[in-house]
């Protein structure tokens, strides 16, 4: 009986691909992520191949440039969406904000309480990411189109070589490490801490040397780069930022198929997006327990101390509406999709449990 059943959704989904009118992989997308094969982002790419060579029936071919091809960092990479020699690209908020500064929203620090919260807010058609995708065509001239924002690394969280983080005053002194950006290092002040920029590349040597005592990143980032054996040994689970990525497309390259096509293309963003929210999760919980096995001290803040980082943090939202180009409007709309995303969960979180 299941093979049957199985037998009679491969003919479903085999017709459902020969609707489409059939076009002799007349479209190429050129895709690529300055990450590796470890990295959600691939996680992710692999997944949109799949879906939008299988769905268009052969009429769109995706070739993948998996680190940097074809660029190398934010500015190289949307330029390169923008003239049309690549045509599709992820990037985080720090390496968009040069074009797109009001991205940097993302980096807003207690806004979003859980992945559900986030996954909601983040959603294609969610008041938030359509004033994103307005305002990137806009600012970009109808060059550039924001397809989807995933994630990239699951949850920024403070971590450090010196003490258990517990509360904001726990903060007082540390030398964080942070991007050249002005908002992060706003953040890490409004907490009481000293932000000091640092390469990626130079974070190793500085945890071992003190030239920074302390970081903002996800856990499998900090396991991928060894920190622990450089003396990262104590990690918060506050959660601070959702490590959200944004995914940009050519628009010309999109608008040039036909609608049919347009249609594979956005599915396979969604397909792609979902891969992303989904990687992290999994791939944190092998993180986790082996930063705990090589004696990281992992800390969970209770709601009330959360709470109070959340009342320190403050000042930062006000510093980014007053002196980020858009910073208003993209504030207003992720307010305004948290409340929403809040209030459809909690309406199923009560029905669940009754």
Same mark, same amino acid.
């Given at each position: 009986?299941?093979?049957?059943?199985?037998?009679?959704?491969?003919?479903?989904?085999?017709? +459902?691909?020969?609707?489409?009118?059939?076009?002799?992989?007349?479209?190429?997308?050129?895709?690529?992520?300055?990450?590796?094969?470890?990295?959600?982002?691939?996680?992710?790419?692999?997944? /949109?191949?799949?879906?939008?060579?299988?769905?268009?029936?052969?009429?769109?071919?995706?070739?993948?440039?998996?680190?940097?091809?074809?660029?190398?960092?934010?500015?190289?990479?949307?330029?390169?969406?923008?003239?049309?020699?690549?045509?599709?690209?992820?990037?985080?908020?720090?390496?968009?904000?040069?074009?797109?500064?009001?991205?940097?929203? =993302?980096?807003?620090?207690?806004?979003?309480?859980?992945?559900?919260?986030?996954?909601?807010? @983040?959603?294609?058609?969610?008041? /938030?990411?359509?004033?994103?995708?307005?305002?990137?065509?806009?600012?970009?001239?109808?060059?550039?189109?924001?397809?989807?924002?995933?994630?990239?690394?699951?949850?920024?969280? /403070?971590?450090?070589?010196?003490?258990?983080?517990?509360?904001?005053?726990?903060?007082?002194?540390?030398?964080?490490?942070?991007?050249?950006?002005?908002?992060?290092?706003?953040?890490?002040?409004?907490?009481?801490?000293?932000?000091?920029?640092?390469?990626?590349?130079?974070?190793?040597?500085?945890?071992?040397?003190?030239?920074?005592?302390?970081?903002?990143?996800?856990?499998?980032?900090?396991?991928?780069?060894?920190?622990?054996?450089?003396?990262?040994?104590?990690?918060?689970?506050?959660?601070?930022?959702?490590?959200?990525? =944004?995914?940009?497309?050519?628009?010309?390259?999109?608008?040039?198929?036909?609608?049919?096509?347009?249609?594979?293309? +956005?599915?396979? /963003?969604?397909?792609?997006?979902? +891969?992303?929210?989904?990687?992290?999760?999994?791939?944190?919980?092998?993180?986790?327990?082996?930063?705990?096995?090589?004696?990281?001290? @992992?800390?969970?803040?209770?709601?009330?101390?959360?709470?109070?980082?959340?009342?320190?943090?403050?000042?930062?939202?006000?510093?980014?509406?007053?002196?980020?180009?858009?910073?208003?409007?993209?504030?207003?709309? @992720?307010?305004?999709?948290?409340?929403?995303?809040?209030?459809?969960?909690?309406?199923?979180?009560?029905?669940?449990?009754?």
């Amino acid at each position: 009986m299941l093979k049957r059943l199985f037998s009679t959704l491969l003919v479903a989904a085999m017709m +459902a691909g020969a609707s489409l009118t059939a076009y002799a992989a007349d479209f190429t997308i050129r895709a690529t992520a300055n990450s590796n094969e470890n990295d959600e982002d691939y996680d992710g790419l692999i997944v /949109f191949k799949n879906y939008v060579e299988s769905a268009s029936n052969g009429a769109i071919s995706v070739e993948l440039f998996i680190g940097t091809q074809l660029c190398s960092n934010g500015t190289e990479c949307l330029q390169g969406i923008a003239d049309g020699t690549i045509d599709v690209v992820i990037q985080t908020s720090g390496g968009t904000a040069g074009l797109f500064p009001f991205v940097q929203v =993302l980096d807003l620090p207690y806004l979003m309480a859980d992945d559900r919260v986030a996954e909601s807010v @983040l959603a294609n058609g969610s008041e /938030f990411v359509s004033t994103m995708q307005d305002m990137v065509a806009a600012k970009s001239g109808g060059a550039i189109r924001l397809m989807t924002i995933g994630n990239t690394g699951g949850w920024r969280n /403070f971590a450090n070589t010196r003490r258990r983080v517990q509360n904001p005053s726990d903060m007082d002194g540390l030398k964080i490490r942070t991007v050249v950006a002005d908002l992060p290092q706003e953040l890490v002040r409004a907490l009481g801490a000293s932000p000091t920029p640092i390469p990626w590349p130079e974070l190793f040597t500085s945890f071992q040397t003190g030239v920074v005592e302390g970081s903002k990143n996800g856990i499998t980032d900090i396991m991928n780069m060894k920190f622990p054996d450089a003396g990262l040994k104590y990690v918060t689970l506050d959660g601070h930022a959702y490590m959200g990525a =944004l995914w940009f497309m050519n628009n010309d390259k999109f608008m040039s198929m036909p609608e049919e096509l347009r249609m594979v293309v +956005a599915d396979g /963003f969604y397909q792609l997006q979902q +891969a992303t929210f989904a990687s992290p999760k999994r791939k944190s919980i092998q993180a986790y327990s082996d930063f705990v096995a090589g004696g990281g001290d @992992l800390y969970v803040p209770t709601p009330a101390e959360k709470a109070a980082f959340k009342e320190a943090a403050a000042p930062v939202y006000d510093w980014f509406k007053a002196n980020v180009d858009g910073g208003t409007e993209a504030f207003d709309a @992720l307010v305004a999709s948290v409340a929403v995303a809040e209030g459809e969960i909690n309406k199923v979180r009560m029905a669940d449990t009754k």
